[in-house]
């Protein structure tokens, strides 16, 4: 039997599981945009898109720090056996259902995370070409005032 207090807890993390896969669709057709602004080298866009990416990122970093919380308070340890013991504290229905929601956002987290992934490749590679270009290595600080 659950006290109210856990039943609280069980809804707060069931919120944020539907929440963080909501979230990280969103930022999956972020990162994919920010992939072609990258390759336009469309600043604005760039920045216009970092706006949305970076409230984003910081919910779901919140909503995991609150789920760690959460399998704290139920001593369940860390990591995926002790989310699946948190999820075996739900009725079985339910239970099911959280545990496919869960699945996805590990799959959502994974392709978010190789999309960025690909759009740092991509920044570093326009980086390397700028030096290339102006002939020395960290002439990416076009500003800085020449050496004496």
């Known amino acids: 039997m659950t006290t109210a207090r856990e039943q609280q807890l069980l809804q707060v993390v069931e919120q944020d599981l539907h929440q963080d896969c909501a979230d990280y669709?969103?930022?999956?057709?972020?990162?994919?945009?920010?992939?072609?602004?990258?390759?336009?080298?469309?600043?604005?866009?760039?920045?216009l898109l970092n706006e949305q990416i970076l409230p984003l990122v910081d919910q779901a970093?919140?909503?995991a720090e609150r789920r760690s919380k959460v399998l704290a308070a139920f001593q369940l340890g860390?990591?995926?056996s002790a989310m699946h013991k948190l999820l075996a504290r739900y009725p079985?229905?339910?239970r099911n259902h959280l545990s496919h929601t869960w699945k996805q956002?590990?799959?959502l987290a994974g392709q978010c995370k190789r999309l960025?992934?690909?759009?740092?490749?991509?920044?570093?590679?326009?980086h390397e070409i700028l030096e290339q270009?102006?002939?020395?290595?960290g002439a990416g600080q076009l500003y800085a005032p020449p050496p004496y």
């Open 116 to 126: 960025n992934e690909r759009n740092g490749k991509l920044l570093a590679m326009h």
């Open 61 to 63: 970093r919140a909503r």
């Open 133 to 137: 270009l102006l002939g020395e290595p």
């Open 105 to 107: 956002l590990g799959l």
């Open 25 to 47: 669709l969103a930022l999956r057709g972020l990162m994919q945009e920010l992939y072609q602004q990258l390759l336009k080298r469309d600043s604005r866009q760039i920045d």
């Open 92 to 94: 079985q229905a339910q």
């Open 78 to 80: 860390t990591g995926h």
